[in-house]
Protein backbone atom coordinates (compact mmCIF):
# COMPACT_ATOMS: atom_id res chain seq x y z
CA UNK A 1 0.00 0.00 0.00
CA UNK A 2 3.06 2.37 1.17
CA UNK A 3 4.97 3.81 -1.42
CA UNK A 4 8.41 3.09 -0.24
CA UNK A 5 10.12 5.99 -1.08
CA UNK A 6 8.14 7.80 0.78
CA UNK A 7 9.40 6.41 4.01
CA UNK A 8 7.39 4.83 6.89
CA UNK A 9 4.41 6.66 8.33
CA UNK A 10 4.66 8.52 11.76
CA UNK A 11 2.35 11.20 12.84
CA UNK A 12 2.78 13.13 15.69
CA UNK A 13 0.55 15.24 17.78
CA UNK A 14 1.59 17.96 19.76
CA UNK A 15 0.23 18.60 23.20
CA UNK A 16 -3.73 19.76 22.75
CA UNK A 17 -4.00 17.56 19.47
CA UNK A 18 -4.01 13.85 20.98
CA UNK A 19 -8.04 13.45 20.22
CA UNK A 20 -7.56 15.29 16.46
CA UNK A 21 -4.98 13.17 16.08
CA UNK A 22 -6.20 9.82 17.21
CA UNK A 23 -9.02 10.26 15.01
CA UNK A 24 -6.58 10.86 11.85
CA UNK A 25 -4.48 7.88 13.16
CA UNK A 26 -8.02 5.60 12.87
CA UNK A 27 -8.69 6.55 9.49
CA UNK A 28 -5.26 5.87 8.77
CA UNK A 29 -5.48 2.46 9.96
CA UNK A 30 -8.57 1.46 8.58
CA UNK A 31 -7.67 2.32 5.52
CA UNK A 32 -3.91 0.85 5.16
CA UNK A 33 -4.75 -2.44 7.47
CA UNK A 34 -8.04 -3.35 7.01
CA UNK A 35 -8.41 -6.95 7.87
CA UNK A 36 -4.16 -7.43 8.47
CA UNK A 37 -4.68 -8.02 12.16
CA UNK A 38 -2.77 -5.11 13.28
CA UNK A 39 -3.60 -2.75 16.24
CA UNK A 40 -0.76 -0.25 16.17
CA UNK A 41 -1.53 3.05 14.79
CA UNK A 42 0.60 5.22 13.02
CA UNK A 43 0.74 8.07 15.86
CA UNK A 44 3.74 8.10 18.14
CA UNK A 45 4.08 10.13 21.72
CA UNK A 46 5.71 13.08 21.88
CA UNK A 47 6.55 14.41 25.48
CA UNK A 48 7.36 18.69 26.11
CA UNK A 49 7.61 18.25 29.92
CA UNK A 50 8.55 21.55 31.86
CA UNK A 51 10.50 22.43 34.88
CA UNK A 52 8.83 24.19 37.69
CA UNK A 53 10.36 27.75 36.44
CA UNK A 54 8.86 27.33 33.06
CA UNK A 55 12.11 26.04 30.86
CA UNK A 56 10.41 23.12 28.64
CA UNK A 57 12.03 20.28 26.65
CA UNK A 58 10.91 17.49 23.77
CA UNK A 59 11.41 13.97 24.23
CA UNK A 60 10.28 11.16 21.72
CA UNK A 61 10.74 7.56 22.74
CA UNK A 62 10.94 6.05 19.15
CA UNK A 63 13.54 6.63 16.47
CA UNK A 64 12.68 8.65 13.66
CA UNK A 65 14.93 7.44 11.41
CA UNK A 66 14.13 7.28 7.97
CA UNK A 67 10.74 7.95 8.78
CA UNK A 68 8.10 10.35 6.61
CA UNK A 69 6.89 12.45 9.96
CA UNK A 70 3.71 14.75 10.32
CA UNK A 71 3.63 16.67 13.16
CA UNK A 72 0.23 18.22 14.43
CA UNK A 73 -0.12 21.21 15.77
CA UNK A 74 -2.38 23.86 17.27
CA UNK A 75 -0.89 26.78 18.58
CA UNK A 76 -4.28 28.04 19.35
CA UNK A 77 -5.03 25.56 22.35
CA UNK A 78 -5.14 27.78 25.43
CA UNK A 79 -7.09 24.67 27.05
CA UNK A 80 -3.29 23.19 27.95
CA UNK A 81 -1.55 24.45 30.72
CA UNK A 82 1.89 23.95 32.40
CA UNK A 83 2.89 25.13 35.91
CA UNK A 84 5.85 27.87 36.46
CA UNK A 85 6.81 28.45 39.89
CA UNK A 86 3.33 27.31 41.11
CA UNK A 87 1.16 28.71 39.39
CA UNK A 88 -1.39 27.35 36.72
CA UNK A 89 -0.56 28.93 32.79
CA UNK A 90 -2.29 28.58 29.75
CA UNK A 91 -0.11 27.87 26.80
CA UNK A 92 -0.05 30.56 24.49
CA UNK A 93 0.84 30.49 20.98
CA UNK A 94 4.38 30.95 21.52
CA UNK A 95 4.72 28.60 24.05
CA UNK A 96 3.19 25.99 21.12
CA UNK A 97 5.80 27.21 18.78
CA UNK A 98 8.47 26.67 21.45
CA UNK A 99 7.16 23.18 21.93
CA UNK A 100 7.34 22.08 17.92
CA UNK A 101 10.76 23.38 17.71
CA UNK A 102 11.59 21.09 20.53
CA UNK A 103 9.67 18.55 19.20
CA UNK A 104 11.43 18.78 15.42
CA UNK A 105 14.62 19.59 17.59
CA UNK A 106 14.99 15.68 19.25
CA UNK A 107 14.09 13.97 15.42
CA UNK A 108 17.28 15.59 14.93
CA UNK A 109 17.89 15.71 11.20
CA UNK A 110 17.35 11.73 10.91
CA UNK A 111 13.95 11.77 9.56
CA UNK A 112 13.41 11.35 5.60
CA UNK A 113 10.87 14.18 5.78
CA UNK A 114 9.17 16.13 8.34
CA UNK A 115 5.73 17.62 7.14
CA UNK A 116 3.95 20.15 10.07
CA UNK A 117 0.58 20.53 9.61
CA UNK A 118 -0.38 23.85 11.57
CA UNK A 119 -4.20 24.40 10.60
CA UNK A 120 -4.12 28.12 11.87
CA UNK A 121 -0.41 29.76 11.17
CA UNK A 122 1.02 31.08 13.67
CA UNK A 123 0.98 34.54 14.12
CA UNK A 124 -0.91 34.34 10.66
CA UNK A 125 -2.55 37.57 10.82
CA UNK A 126 1.12 39.47 11.26
CA UNK A 127 1.58 38.73 7.63
CA UNK A 128 2.53 42.00 6.43
CA UNK A 129 4.60 45.11 7.40
CA UNK A 130 2.42 48.36 7.49
CA UNK A 131 5.26 50.41 9.39
CA UNK A 132 8.21 49.55 11.59
CA UNK A 133 7.07 45.73 12.60
CA UNK A 134 8.33 42.75 12.79
CA UNK A 135 6.95 40.15 10.41
CA UNK A 136 6.53 36.58 12.78
CA UNK A 137 4.72 34.53 10.43
CA UNK A 138 7.63 34.74 7.96
CA UNK A 139 9.80 34.66 10.59
CA UNK A 140 8.13 31.33 11.57
CA UNK A 141 8.47 29.55 8.02
CA UNK A 142 12.24 30.71 7.49
CA UNK A 143 12.73 28.99 10.80
CA UNK A 144 10.60 25.58 10.42
CA UNK A 145 12.32 25.34 6.67
CA UNK A 146 15.80 26.25 8.46
CA UNK A 147 15.31 22.94 10.99
CA UNK A 148 14.49 20.28 8.06
CA UNK A 149 10.44 20.78 7.77
CA UNK A 150 9.91 20.41 3.83
CA UNK A 151 6.56 21.08 3.72
CA UNK A 152 3.94 22.92 5.31
CA UNK A 153 -0.14 22.46 5.46
CA UNK A 154 -2.47 24.69 6.92
CA UNK A 155 -5.62 25.44 6.21
CA UNK A 156 -7.44 28.94 4.75
CA UNK A 157 -4.41 31.03 5.88
CA UNK A 158 -5.30 34.42 6.61
CA UNK A 159 -3.09 35.83 3.13
CA UNK A 160 -2.00 32.71 1.14
CA UNK A 161 1.19 35.42 -0.15
CA UNK A 162 2.73 34.61 3.16
CA UNK A 163 4.52 31.47 1.10
CA UNK A 164 6.37 33.95 -0.57
CA UNK A 165 8.83 33.88 2.60
CA UNK A 166 9.65 29.88 1.57
CA UNK A 167 9.47 30.34 -2.24
CA UNK A 168 12.00 26.90 -2.17
CA UNK A 169 10.09 24.67 0.33
CA UNK A 170 6.51 23.00 0.65
CA UNK A 171 3.62 25.24 1.31
CA UNK A 172 0.20 23.72 0.87
CA UNK A 173 -2.61 26.15 1.81
CA UNK A 174 -5.88 23.85 1.97
CA UNK A 175 -9.79 25.53 1.90
CA UNK A 176 -12.79 23.64 3.81
CA UNK A 177 -15.27 24.81 1.18
CA UNK A 178 -16.51 21.05 0.83
CA UNK A 179 -16.90 20.05 4.29
CA UNK A 180 -18.56 23.31 5.28
CA UNK A 181 -21.11 23.11 2.50
CA UNK A 182 -21.86 19.41 3.17
CA UNK A 183 -22.02 20.43 7.39
CA UNK A 184 -24.71 22.85 6.19
CA UNK A 185 -27.18 20.22 3.70
CA UNK A 186 -26.61 18.21 6.96
CA UNK A 187 -27.72 20.58 9.77
CA UNK A 188 -30.11 22.64 7.18
CA UNK A 189 -31.83 20.07 5.27
CA UNK A 190 -34.98 22.05 3.86
CA UNK A 191 -31.62 25.27 2.23
CA UNK A 192 -31.92 25.73 -1.43
CA UNK A 193 -28.57 27.21 -2.89
CA UNK A 194 -29.55 28.67 -5.90
CA UNK A 195 -29.73 32.60 -6.77
CA UNK A 196 -33.15 32.71 -6.15
CA UNK A 197 -32.79 31.66 -2.53
CA UNK A 198 -29.37 32.08 -1.47
CA UNK A 199 -26.46 34.85 -1.61
CA UNK A 200 -22.59 34.76 -0.51
CA UNK A 201 -21.41 37.67 1.67
CA UNK A 202 -18.23 38.53 1.88
CA UNK A 203 -17.93 40.78 5.37
CA UNK A 204 -14.87 42.52 4.04
CA UNK A 205 -12.27 43.04 1.24
CA UNK A 206 -9.83 40.40 2.66
CA UNK A 207 -12.47 37.76 2.46
CA UNK A 208 -13.39 38.35 -1.20
CA UNK A 209 -11.22 35.25 -2.89
CA UNK A 210 -12.77 32.66 -0.76
CA UNK A 211 -16.14 33.98 -1.42
CA UNK A 212 -15.37 34.25 -5.02
CA UNK A 213 -15.08 30.38 -4.73
CA UNK A 214 -18.32 29.56 -3.09
CA UNK A 215 -19.99 32.12 -5.47
CA UNK A 216 -18.46 30.48 -8.85
CA UNK A 217 -18.95 26.67 -7.12
CA UNK A 218 -22.25 27.26 -6.02
CA UNK A 219 -23.79 29.57 -8.82
CA UNK A 220 -24.80 31.98 -6.48
CA UNK A 221 -24.50 35.75 -6.49
CA UNK A 222 -22.03 37.81 -4.08
CA UNK A 223 -22.18 40.84 -1.78
CA UNK A 224 -19.50 42.49 0.16
CA UNK A 225 -19.00 44.73 3.40
CA UNK A 226 -16.14 46.91 3.86
CA UNK A 227 -14.74 47.95 7.21
CA UNK A 228 -14.60 51.97 7.60
CA UNK A 229 -11.62 52.21 10.33
CA UNK A 230 -10.42 54.86 12.26
CA UNK A 231 -7.05 55.38 10.85
CA UNK A 232 -6.07 57.90 13.60
CA UNK A 233 -6.74 55.63 16.58
CA UNK A 234 -4.93 52.32 17.85
CA UNK A 235 -7.10 50.41 20.28
CA UNK A 236 -5.96 46.45 21.18
CA UNK A 237 -3.40 46.90 18.69
CA UNK A 238 -5.40 47.73 15.77
CA UNK A 239 -7.50 50.76 13.88
CA UNK A 240 -10.99 50.45 15.52
CA UNK A 241 -13.90 49.97 12.82
CA UNK A 242 -16.65 52.28 12.36
CA UNK A 243 -18.86 51.01 10.38
CA UNK A 244 -19.50 48.10 7.61
CA UNK A 245 -20.90 49.04 4.25
CA UNK A 246 -22.87 46.80 1.72
CA UNK A 247 -22.39 46.20 -1.67
CA UNK A 248 -24.09 44.15 -3.29
CA UNK A 249 -28.28 43.32 -5.02
CA UNK A 250 -31.19 43.01 -2.75
CA UNK A 251 -31.37 40.35 -0.09
CA UNK A 252 -34.93 40.27 0.81
CA UNK A 253 -36.27 36.71 1.13
CA UNK A 254 -32.56 35.43 0.54
CA UNK A 255 -30.46 32.94 2.83
CA UNK A 256 -27.43 34.90 3.43
CA UNK A 257 -23.96 32.88 4.30
CA UNK A 258 -21.22 35.02 5.36
CA UNK A 259 -17.96 33.47 4.77
CA UNK A 260 -14.74 34.37 6.76
CA UNK A 261 -11.47 32.53 7.80
CA UNK A 262 -12.06 33.47 11.91
CA UNK A 263 -14.22 34.41 14.31
CA UNK A 264 -12.07 36.52 16.63
CA UNK A 265 -14.59 38.48 19.58
CA UNK A 266 -17.05 38.34 16.95
CA UNK A 267 -18.21 42.05 16.86
CA UNK A 268 -17.36 42.28 13.26
CA UNK A 269 -19.32 39.26 12.36
CA UNK A 270 -22.10 39.86 14.53
CA UNK A 271 -22.54 43.75 13.46
CA UNK A 272 -22.57 42.44 9.51
CA UNK A 273 -25.63 39.97 10.52
CA UNK A 274 -27.53 42.61 11.89
CA UNK A 275 -26.93 44.18 8.96
CA UNK A 276 -28.08 41.42 6.44
CA UNK A 277 -31.40 41.15 8.29
CA UNK A 278 -31.94 45.15 8.12
CA UNK A 279 -31.52 44.47 4.41
CA UNK A 280 -34.60 41.78 4.22
CA UNK A 281 -32.54 38.58 4.46
CA UNK A 282 -34.05 35.96 5.71
CA UNK A 283 -31.85 33.04 7.42
CA UNK A 284 -27.94 34.47 8.22
CA UNK A 285 -25.30 31.45 8.64
CA UNK A 286 -21.88 32.34 9.16
CA UNK A 287 -19.41 30.10 8.13
CA UNK A 288 -15.61 30.66 9.60
CA UNK A 289 -12.84 27.71 9.67
CA UNK A 290 -11.48 28.87 13.15
CA UNK A 291 -13.67 30.11 15.83
CA UNK A 292 -11.72 31.37 17.97
CA UNK A 293 -14.74 33.48 20.41
CA UNK A 294 -11.80 35.62 22.37
CA UNK A 295 -14.86 37.17 23.88
CA UNK A 296 -16.60 34.66 24.91
CA UNK A 297 -20.15 33.22 23.68
CA UNK A 298 -22.63 35.56 25.87
CA UNK A 299 -22.63 38.31 22.61
CA UNK A 300 -23.55 35.23 20.24
CA UNK A 301 -26.04 33.44 22.71
CA UNK A 302 -27.73 37.18 22.62
CA UNK A 303 -27.74 37.81 19.07
CA UNK A 304 -28.89 34.09 18.23
CA UNK A 305 -31.91 35.17 21.06
CA UNK A 306 -32.62 38.35 19.05
CA UNK A 307 -32.66 36.37 15.85
CA UNK A 308 -29.72 38.37 13.98
CA UNK A 309 -28.24 35.14 12.68
CA UNK A 310 -29.08 31.15 12.54
CA UNK A 311 -26.07 28.97 12.48
CA UNK A 312 -22.54 29.05 12.97
CA UNK A 313 -20.25 26.54 11.29
CA UNK A 314 -16.77 26.63 12.16
CA UNK A 315 -14.21 23.37 11.92
CA UNK A 316 -12.61 21.26 15.10
CA UNK A 317 -9.12 22.22 13.42
CA UNK A 318 -8.56 24.29 16.44
CA UNK A 319 -9.74 24.13 20.27
CA UNK A 320 -12.82 24.85 21.10
CA UNK A 321 -14.27 25.36 24.32
CA UNK A 322 -16.54 22.29 25.55
CA UNK A 323 -19.47 24.34 25.92
CA UNK A 324 -19.09 25.69 22.65
CA UNK A 325 -20.09 22.23 21.56
CA UNK A 326 -23.64 22.77 23.23
CA UNK A 327 -24.56 25.81 21.34
CA UNK A 328 -27.81 25.82 19.82
CA UNK A 329 -26.13 28.11 16.82
CA UNK A 330 -23.30 26.33 16.65
CA UNK A 331 -22.76 23.42 13.99
CA UNK A 332 -19.10 21.71 14.20
CA UNK A 333 -17.43 21.22 10.94
CA UNK A 334 -15.14 17.77 11.66
CA UNK A 335 -11.78 17.90 9.25
CA UNK A 336 -10.16 14.39 10.49
CA UNK A 337 -10.91 12.68 7.39
CA UNK A 338 -9.94 14.86 5.03
CA UNK A 339 -6.58 15.77 6.99
CA UNK A 340 -5.99 11.58 7.08
CA UNK A 341 -6.81 12.12 3.13
CA UNK A 342 -4.28 14.42 2.74
CA UNK A 343 -1.45 12.85 5.37
CA UNK A 344 -2.23 9.54 3.19
CA UNK A 345 -1.41 10.87 0.03
CA UNK A 346 1.14 12.62 0.91
CA UNK A 347 3.10 9.78 1.86
CA UNK A 348 2.36 7.93 -0.79
CA UNK A 349 4.17 10.93 -2.97
CA UNK A 350 1.00 11.25 -4.75
CA UNK A 351 -0.55 14.83 -6.00
CA UNK A 352 -3.04 16.65 -3.54
CA UNK A 353 -4.44 18.48 -6.43
CA UNK A 354 -8.08 17.09 -6.55
CA UNK A 355 -8.43 16.99 -2.71
CA UNK A 356 -6.94 20.84 -2.55
CA UNK A 357 -10.00 21.75 -5.78
CA UNK A 358 -13.17 19.52 -4.80
CA UNK A 359 -15.10 21.45 -7.38
CA UNK A 360 -16.43 17.65 -8.70
CA UNK A 361 -17.18 17.00 -4.83
CA UNK A 362 -19.03 19.82 -4.38
CA UNK A 363 -21.23 19.64 -7.53
CA UNK A 364 -22.36 16.06 -6.57
CA UNK A 365 -23.82 17.02 -3.48
CA UNK A 366 -25.37 19.78 -4.97
CA UNK A 367 -26.84 17.03 -7.16
CA UNK A 368 -27.75 14.59 -4.22
CA UNK A 369 -28.77 17.23 -2.33
CA UNK A 370 -31.38 19.22 -5.22
CA UNK A 371 -32.80 15.77 -5.86
CA UNK A 372 -33.48 14.72 -2.12
CA UNK A 373 -34.82 18.39 -1.60
CA UNK A 374 -37.13 17.59 -4.74
CA UNK A 375 -38.38 14.20 -2.79
CA UNK A 376 -39.24 16.10 0.16
CA UNK A 377 -41.25 18.92 -1.94
CA UNK A 378 -42.91 16.19 -3.73
CA UNK A 379 -44.06 14.44 -0.48
CA UNK A 380 -45.15 17.23 0.82
CA UNK A 381 -47.12 18.35 -2.09
CA UNK A 382 -48.90 14.92 -2.25
CA UNK A 383 -49.48 14.70 1.64
CA UNK A 384 -51.44 18.17 0.70
Not at 98 to 107: C, H, M, P, S
Amino acid sequence: MKNSQSGELVVIGMKGCERFTEQVDNYLKDWRRRGAGEDNGFSIIADCPRFGSGEGKGILHNSMRGKDVYILCDVFNYGVTYKMYGNVVPMSPDDHYADLKRIIAAIGGKARRITVIMPMLYEGRQHKRSSRESLDCALMLQELVSMGVSNILTFDAHDSRISNAIPLSGFDNVQPTYQMIKAMVRAIPDVQIDKDHMAIISPDEGAMSRCMYYSSVLGLDIGMFYKRRNYSVVINGKNPIEAHEYLGQDLHGKDAVVVDDMISSGESMLDVCKQLKEKGANRVFCFATFGLFTDGFDKFDQAFKDGIFDRVFTTNLIYRRPELLQKPWFVEVNMCKYVAYLVDTLNNDATISSLLNPVKRIQALMDKHRSELAAQMKISFDEE
